[in-house]
Structures are given as structure tokens and as C-alpha cells.
């Protein structure tokens, strides 16, 4: 239980240190504040030093003079904590000269500290009143009262501590300011081997540590200089704290302690014990510290040892890894995390099952199940799926390594990447294939030359089998036919390319000498020398036949074989240029066969053929040894007569009479397949000497001549002339401009309307015109055929086409032109181009046009040739809702078996018909016959050229309900033809005053 402090006692005590020494005295309680003091004044004030020594910061705290002076609110003196049964009671301050108040502060503390132990033991409570006030003149006596009362109480006390001192297992010794003993305990006079009975006290300590000296068999000059010093330290006020060894291992703990009064306490452990231990522990230690560092050691070399090994398992190439004996992922290498896709931390701890797809897992856990279960090594190949996605060939190669104690400890693998070498077994298995069965004979020879392989292309072409040929020289198939410097040439390049190829004749076994193509190459080893040679060489014997033959077909038709248009160019180019030098003339003929054309649509090519054939053998046996006979395609054929006579006009006679010769043998009769055919032909002559002529002149002159004899009537001679000059020239310049139109985008469409029997307008046709610069119209006729002849045909149709298509898209935004079609002629040849069908599909993607609105317009002539290529392209755009009409219907070679095969939407009567349907009874029954015929087949049909209401009501009388012509209007601009329509819907144009 915590002793009290009495504040009243301490209020005495105060009373009377002040009237008996006049010292200014204070007790303060736990929180600092003055609870008693000798100036009454102060008691509740807070003293700050006070509550930091019962807050334990300090036990006592010093003020010098030197101190207060500097100071406000410090006076010199001394302050302490007093406690008891180890609680901090009260702080006691004593002020005053500190020479006088520090051991009297000391004294007043023990007396307090002893009264608070004592009535802490007696148990009574203390005084809760004061005494009663004793008399001013009588406060010695009260002191000294106080004082013998805590004299006796203390020697009681001291005499109980002195007997519990006895009992302590250390020595203990207390001296006084002489360094003689006063206090000491039965432990010291054991330790120092003082003997029993004789008296201790006063003792000085030389005295003692020299019966210690005695006890412990120590000479005194070894311990003399320790006693020396350890008295001096203590005389001059410092503590002392050593060990000391015995002769006999007894190791003492010495502490002497000087008090403030000048006394000594002194402490004497054995801790020999202890020191045991601790050289124990510290011999443990080392040993420990041995065996750490042979373990350190150890593990540094293990480390190195590992850091060496994990080097050695990132070199390998390949992905590596090693697992437990669950098959659980120990580690792996870098290329392994590259391999799989993961990386080591989320591989480690896991099985395939939790990495790989189940088939593969599954597969992968069988075969390191069955390597664990019968260790050993295990080799197999697989196709795995790489993390990038690659599927590549590998082999495994796994082996089990074993734990200490002989225990299977798991396995460690490397997976080898075998894509490479199997593609490169696959290749010199192709290759050795390829070498095998090459149709090019093969030969393998070392650098010197030996022959040490063939293939059995080799023996198929030379005749010689391997055994007669290996080790020996190439040599032996030598023809002859080469000298050494082709040989040594041969040998130049090698060494200089290390390659060479060129045509070489060769001698086979049975002694035929034959024409090869040989490649010969060096093969170098890596330090560059050459160690082989590979050649490979093929028989172009039928080669060269073959490019005799194509030589020969390169220049002459194969029909007839006669001359072609190349080798004509050829030999009119060589006369010309001799005809200039020798100053003497040639006529060149231009010939084409009259009405051809029906014969093979009627009869067939094979008939056509055997005319041709039968042509060009007139006109062979006409010519003289010298002339050129040619075709140059079709039924077109060229005669070059040279050496006529320098003057023109017996040239000309000349070329008459062979023109004459030359027409009477292809008037005669033919005899074609059975039956007697007669045919004529139109011939067209250009002389060539003087002036100087090209040949492309020459050739158009002749053409043109030759058009010019089928103007005639055909079965003609024409000679070429001046105007027929002027008309080629008017003719290229045509062209000229209207390749300039076209770039100028000069063209423009006109629409002639398409009207119902009913009077309402259905459709258009688009109508292509020219208007040059200078206003002048080009009329179709004039320019369509030079268009069709020149290929521009093709950019106009384009042209045409998407201009329409795009008038299409315009009306169909127009609730009252939505309905309106378009037709658009397309020639024969737009529509056997290549790309047709494409390029009508675009041009209605990019315009927007309605498919269904769209009519392309065909004629007969478009059916001739190819007529499946034509069936074909029609569906496919009919397909995508394009619909088709055939003009001049019954104009041309009309086959109603053509017809049904057609596609078509409707049939056109022509306009040849139309104008005289009401005069000529053999058109009106064609045109009646095209109505019906459309019935039956279910077409449309509509009439162009209607000029007159009889013409259009005689059609309409046969079943005929759609008309064009100028009846209704002409051809209009897209202006005219908007307003046209719009008046015709208000009813401001008469029906028949177009």
C-alpha cells in the first residue's frame, strides 16, 4: 500500500528549518505544486523544476550562485525527490548557499525517508491533525525531539537491514572517508579470506586487499599496482569497475562507488560461473562463427556454382526445364518463358495441365508420367504451338535426376526446335528426288574433273549407265564439232563467275552427235575453293526443231503457207529500197474475196478455209519466181510484183495486165466440199519506185484502192490516185480530232423519245453527236465507223454510257421521269471487250442508276462471231436487272436459233422495213412477222423510223404498240427533250408534229 505523504508534518518541518537555521524550505506534490513551505506566500504556486523530479526526468537538481544570478525567478539551492517503497512521495527544496544546504538537505531527506519507512512498518496512521503548536521560543527542542526520535527508529532499521545485508550473495563493504571500514556483510570477509573472530571494523582498506592477496595466493607485486590505483581513483573522487582472475579461476566483479560525503561502497560478485558460460558461449560462438563462415564459404561457392549453372542453362538455345516428382515446374529458362508465353514466376509451382490447351496437357502429363514411373531417359518427337502461335517440329529429350537419398527428385528436359533440319531432310529428300528423276540429265564431278555421279536422265540422254562414266573425265562425251579456245572460254568463266551456260554438241554412246543446253557450277567449300562442279544439261534437239518450225510460223500464215504480214512488211521494205536504187517500179495489189462473209456464215469456217486455201494457189501459180505472195488475215490478200518498167506508164500497163490474169483465175469456179462455188474478187494496185513511198503508205494506198474497186461494184481493179489520197488524208485528220473531242469531252447525247400506242412516253433512245468548234455537226455515220475502226469506239461507249446512266439516276429523284428507260447501242466491238460486263456494272455503282431501267441495244452483226461469249455476258447482266434489244432485226443472217438463246427483252423492226411497210408488201409481211415472232417468244417489240400515222396505225393494227421516229420527234438535247415531254403531259404538243 503507497505511505502518505502528511502535509502538515512537512509544514512543520518547514517551520522549523526556517526559525532554527533561517532557510526557506518547500515540500511540492506530484503535479509540482508547493503544498508546505516556510513562506506561507507561496504555498499553491507551481515550482517547474519540482514537477520534471516527480515526473522521474531528474532525482535532485543543483542551482549554483552563479546560476541565480542570471536568473529571475532561481535562487541557489537544492532540490530532491523524497520516496519510499519505491514511490515518488514529495519534492523537497531547500534555498541557500549550496555548501550549506546540500548535506543538510541530504539529512533531512534520510530523516523523512526513515519516519515515512517507519510508520510505514508500525502501520499507524500518521497524525491527521497537527500537534498542538508548541511554543515560539522552544523549536530547537522540537527538532531534536524530532531527530532522536528518527535516530532511534533508523538504528532499528539499520540494524534489520545490516542482518538482511548478511544474506545477500554479494559482497558488500562501506567505507568511510579514510578508506576505513565501517559496513560490511558475512559475503565481503569470505571473498577477502578475512579470518573469523578478528574485528574488521576500521579497518583500512590496504589492510583488507592485502589478507585478499594472502587468501588467493597472489604476490603482492602483482597485485600492488592494482590496489594502488584503484585507492587512488577512489581519493580522488572517481568510481572504480573492474574484473579480477584468482590464481585459482575465480573471477570477482568489483564496483566501488564514491557517495557524496567522501564514503566508499564497494560490491564483490563471483561471476566465475557467469564467465564460464560466456567463454563457453564465446567459444560456442566461434565455433559457430567457424561454421558460419565454412557455411558462407560453402555457400558462396554454391552460389558461384549456381550462378554458373543458371548461365549455363540461359546459353542454351533451346527452352529447358526441370520439375518435381508430381511433374510440377521446378524452373526453366528464359527461351522456355518465350516458348510457352509466361513467364517463370506463373510457371513455377504448376503442371502442363495448368499451362497447356487439356489435349496437349494431357500428353504432356502421359509421357513425364511414364519417364517418372521407369526412370531412365525418354526421346520422342511432337508438332507443338509455339506462344506466337507458330506450329513447329521438335524433339524432347528428358531425363530423371534423384534426390540424396536415391528417391526419384522429378526430371529436366530440353525441347530441341527440328523444323529446320526436317525441312532441310524434306528438301534433300526432294533434292535427291529431284536428282533422281530430273528430266534434265545431272552430272557431279570433283574439281579435277571425275565424273562422281550421274542421274538416269544422264544415262536416258547420253546412252551410257553410271558404272561406265564414274571416275572419268567429262571428256568422253566430246563431239568434235568444239576447238580448245570454245573449251578454254568455258573454263575462264567458270573460274571468273563460277558459273556458265551455253549450247554445246555432244556425242552419245551409239555415236550420235546432238545439240544440249548445258549449266555448269562451281561449288566452293567455306573457305572458298572449289570442290565440285554440277552440270545439268537437257537434249534440245526438238528444241531446235521446234524453233525451226516457229521460225517458219513466225512468218508465214498457216492456213495457206503463204508469206504473213510480217514477212510481207519485211520483203515490201527490202523492194522498196531497190526499186528507189535501180530507178524501176512495183505495184503492190491489195486483194479481198467478194462476199466472203456469207460464205462462212452460211457454209461454215471449214468451208471458208479450203476457199482461202484454193485462192492462195491461184494467185501462186499467176506470179512470176521472184514475187511475193501473202495473206495478211481473213480474206485479205497482198501481191508484190517487182521489177516493172522505169517508165509509169508501162508500169502501169504492166500491173493492168497482171491484175487482169489475176482476176480471171480467181473468177473460175471453186469446188468446195462437193459442191461448185463462184466467187470474184475486188483488187486495189499502188505503184511504189518513185517518189519515195513508206510502207505503211503503200499499204493504205493499195486499201484504199481496193475500196474503191468495191464501190465499183466489186470483181474490179482499182489504181490508187489523188483523191483517194485526199480522202486518207481528210481521214486522219478526222480521227485526229475526234480523239481531241474526246479529251475535250466535245461529244454530247441526244434522246429521241420512245411513245405508247396510248400517247405516253416510256422510254428513250441515246442518240451520240458531235458538234466540232466551228458548229459544224458530224453526222454518226461519218464518224461512228472511223471510231469502230480506230478502237475509240470503246472510251466513246464508256463515255456514252455513263453520261445516260447518269441522266438515269437524275430522273429517278423526278416522281414523273422515274419510269422512263434508256436505251443505249452498244457495237460489237465494246461489247466482246474483255472487261464489258464490269465495266457496265460500275459505271451503274458509281452513278446510281436503276439496273431496271437500263436497255442495252444489240444488232445482228454483234451475233456472227463468238456467239456463246455473247450468251454469256448477256446473262450475267441480265442477272443484275440490265435488259437487252436487238435492232435491224431480219436485216442480217437472222437464226431463230440464236434467238431463243438470247436473253432478250424486245425486238426492233427496223427502219428499212418501217418506211415502206405501206407500199412494199415484203416488208409489211417482215414486219408482221417480227410481231408475231416477238409474241411467240414473248418479247417486247417496238417499230424506229416511224414517220406517218398510217405507218403507226398499220403497226398498231398488227400488234405493234411502241414507236420512235420523227412522227413523234427527232432526237433532242436533254433541254429540248424535258420540255417536249412536259408540254406533251400538258397537252401543248399535237400527236404527230414532233
Known amino acids: 500500500m503507497p505511505i502518505p505523504f502528511n502535509v502538515q508534518f512537512g509544514q512543520d518541518l518547514c517551520d522549523v528549518l526556517h526559525a532554527e537555521l533561517g532557510l526557506v524550505c518547500s515540500f511540492m506534490d506530484a503535479s509540482g505544486r508547493i503544498v508546505a513551505s516556510s513562506a506561507r506566500a507561496r504555498i499553491g504556486q507551481h515550482h517547474a523544476i519540482a514537477l520534471r523530479i516527480m515526473q522521474g526526468e531528474m532525482d535532485e537538481y543543483c542551482v549554483t550562485a552563479a546560476q541565480a544570478a542570471h536568473s529571475d525567478t532561481m535562487r541557489e539551492g537544492i532540490g530532491m525527490v523524497i520516496q519510499a517503497g519505491g514511490q515518488r512521495l514529495t519534492c523537497f527544496a531547500l534555498a541557500g548557499p549550496l555548501a550549506v544546504v546540500q548535506p543538510l538537505a541530504r539529512i533531512v531527506r534520510f530523516c ?19 500537534p498542538p503548536a508548541a511554543p515560539a521560543s522552544a523549536p530547537a527542542d522540537r527538532l531534536n525531539e524530532l531527530l532522536h526520535f528518527a535516530s532511534q527508529k533508523v538504528e532499528f532499521s539499520l540494524a534489520r537491514l545490516h542482518e538482511a545485508v548478511n544474506y545477500i550473495d554479494q559482497g558488500l563493504s562501506l567505507f568511510d572517508r579514510d578508506m576505513r571500514l565501517v559496513v560490511w556483510n558475512r559475503q565481503f570477509l569470505q571473498i577477502i579470506g578475512w579470518p573469523t573472530g578478528q574485528p574488521c571494523h576500521g579497518q583500512p582498506m590496504d589492510a583488507l586487499l592485502h589478507s585478499y592477496m594472502r587468501h588467493t595466493g597472489v604476490a603482492p607485486q602483482q597485485l600492488q599496482p592494482l590496489v594502488q590505483r584503484r585507492v587512488q581513483r577512489l581519493r580522488t573522487g572517481q568510481s572504480n569497475a573492474f574484473e579480477y582472475t584468482s590464481a585459482q579461476g575465480q573471477v570477482l566483479a568489483v564496483t566501488d562507488r564514491r557517495l557524496p560525503d567522501g564514503s566508499v561502497v564497494s560490491t564483490y560478485t563471483d561471476v566465475t560461473e557467469r564467465h564460464q558460460a560466456e567463454n563457453a558461449l564465446r567459444a560456442a560462438h566461434e565455433h559457430a562463427e567457424r561454421l558460419l563462415a565454412q557455411v558462407r564459404e560453402h555457400g558462396t561457392e554454391l552460389s558461384r556454382q549456381l550462378g554458373f549453372m543458371q548461365q549455363l542453362i540461359e546459353a542454351i538455345p533451346g527452352p529447358l526445364f526441370y520439375k518435381d516428382a508430381q511433374a510440377r515446374y521446378l524452373g526453366c529458362n528464359s527461351a522456355f518463358e518465350a516458348f510457352i508465353g509466361k513467364r517463370s514466376a506463373e510457371i513455377i509451382g504448376r503442371s502442363p495441365l495448368d499451362l497447356s490447351p487439356p489435349a496437349l496437357a494431357q500428353r504432356y502429363m502421359a509421357a513425364d508420367r511414364e519417364l517418372l514411373d521407369r526412370p531412365g531417359k525418354q526421346i520422342y518427337e511432337s508438332r507443338v504451338q509455339q506462344a506466337d502461335g507458330q506450329v513447329r517440329d521438335v524433339i524432347f529429350h528428358k531425363a530423371t535426376f534423384t534426390n540424396p537419398d536415391g528417391s526419384v527428385g522429378g526430371l529436366v528436359g530440353v525441347i530441341l526446335d527440328i523444323t529446320e533440319r526436317k525441312r532441310m531432310e524434306d528438301d534433300l529428300r526432294q ?41 572419268r573425265n567429262p571428256r568422253l562425251l566430246q563431239s568434235g564439232r568444239h576447238d580448245q579456245r570454245f573449251y578454254a572460254e568455258m573454263w575462264e568463266a567458270l573460274a571468273r563467275h563460277g558459273r556458265w551456260q551455253g549450247e554445246v554438241w555432244n556425242r552419245r554412246k551409239s555415236g550420235d552427235i546432238y545439240p544440249q543446253w548445258l549449266s555448269i557450277v562451281a561449288v566452293r567449300a567455306p573457305q572458298g575453293p572449289v570442290t565440285h562442279y554440277v552440270a545439268t544439261f537437257s537434249d534440245i534437239t526438238q528444241q531446235k526443231e521446234n524453233e525451226e518450225r516457229i521460225q517458219q510460223l513466225a512468218f508465214s500464215d498457216p492456213l495457206t503457207g503463204l508469206p504473213n504480214r510480217r514477212l510481207l512488211l519485211d ?30 456464215d452460211t457454209r461454215g469456217h471449214y468451208v471458208g478455209d479450203l476457199l482461202l486455201q484454193q485462192v492462195a494457189q491461184r494467185l501462186t501459180q499467176c506470179v512470176n519466181a521472184g ?31 497482171m491484175g487482169s490474169r489475176l482476176l480471171q483465175a480467181l473468177g473460175e469456179p471453186y469446188t468446195l466440199h462437193g459442191s461448185t462455188h463462184h466467187h470474184s474478187a475486188s483488187m486495189g494496185v499502188a505503184l511504189f ?19 474503191r474497186a468495191k464501190a ?49 412516253v416510256v422510254g428513250v433512245e441515246a442518240l451520240l453527236r458531235w458538234r466540232q468548234a466551228d458548229g459544224r455537226m458530224v453526222s454518226p455515220a461519218e464518224f461512228i465507223p472511223l471510231a469502230e475502226d480506230t478502237g475509240l469506239i470503246l472510251p466513246l461507249g464508256r463515255w456514252v454510257l455513263e453520261t445516260a446512266c447518269r441522266q438515269l439516276s437524275t430522273w429517278a429523284q423526278q416522281p414523273r421521269r422515274r419510269h422512263l428507260s434508256m436505251t443505249v447501242n452498244v457495237s460489237a466491238r465494246q461489247f466482246h471487250h474483255g472487261g464489258f460486263v464490269d465495266e457496265v456494272l460500275e459505271v451503274l455503282e458509281h452513278t446510281g442508276a436503276d439496273p431496271r431501267r437500263l436497255k442495252l441495244e444489240l444488232t445482228e452483226s454483234l451475233l456472227v462471231t463468238n456467239v456463246e461469249d455473247v450468251v454469256v455476258k448477256m446473262v450475267a447482266l441480265k442477272a443484275r436487272g440490265v435488259g437487252f434489244s436487238l435492232d435491224d432485226f431480219g436485216t442480217g443472217y437472222s437464226s431463230l436459233a440464236y434467238l431463243k438463246r438470247l436473253p432478250l427483252d424486245r425486238l426492233k423492226i427496223d427502219q428499212g422495213f418501217v418506211r415502206n411497210v405501206l407500199t412494199d408488201a415484203n416488208d409489211a409481211a417482215i414486219a408482221r412477222t417480227v410481231v408475231a415472232l416477238s409474241d411467240s417468244l414473248g418479247l417486247e417489240v417496238i417499230a424506229e423510223g416511224v414517220e406517218q400515222a398510217g405507218q ?23 433541254d429540248a427533250l424535258e420540255a417536249w415531254i412536259a408540254d406533251r403531259e400538258g397537252g401543248g404538243v399535237p400527236q404527230g408534229e414532233g
Open 112 to 130: 523523512v525517508t526513515a519516519l515515512l519507512q517507519v510508520w510505514g512498518d508500525e502501520s499507524p496512521a500518521p497524525p491527521q491533525s497537527p
Open 431 to 471: 533434292a535427291a528426288t529431284f536428282f533422281d528423276n530430273s528430266a534434265e540429265g545431272v552430272t557431279i564431278a570433283q574439281h579435277d574433273g571425275t565424273i562422281i555421279a550421274v542421274n538416269r536422265a544422264f544415262t536416258a540422254i547420253t546412252g551410257y549407265e553410271p558404272a561406265e562414266v564414274i571416275g
Open 571 to 600: 520483203r515490201l521494205e527490202h523492194a522498196i529500197a531497190v526499186s528507189q536504187r535501180n530507178q524501176r517500179h512495183g505495184a503492190l495489189f491489195f486483194i479481198d474475196i467478194d462476199h466472203f462473209k456469207g460464205l462462212n
Open 627 to 657: 514475187d511475193t505472195v501473202a495473206r495478211l488475215g481473213g480474206d485479205e490478200f497482198v501481191v508484190m510484183l517487182e521489177g516493172l518498167s522505169a517508165d509509169a506508164l508501162q508500169a502501169v500497163a504492166q500491173a493492168e495486165a
Open 689 to 707: 519506185g518513185t517518189p519515195q513511198t513508206s510502207v505503211e503508205d503503200l499499204l493504205r494506198q493499195a486499201d484504199m484502192a481496193m475500196y
Open 712 to 760: 465499183s461494184g466489186r470483181n474490179a481493179l482499182s489504181f490508187f490516185d489523188p483523191q483517194m489520197q485526199s480522202a486518207l488524208v481528210e481521214r486522219v485528220a478526222l480521227e485526229k480530232a475526234m480523239r481531241q473531242a474526246l479529251e475535250q469531252q466535245a461529244f454530247l447525247l441526244h434522246y429521241q423519245p420512245q411513245v405508247h400506242l396510248s400517247g405516253a
Open 952 to 974: 403507226r396505225d398499220f403497226l398498231a393494227q398488227h400488234g405493234c404498240h411502241t414507236y420512235q421516229g420523227y412522227f413523234f420527234s427527232r432526237p433532242l438535247a436533254i
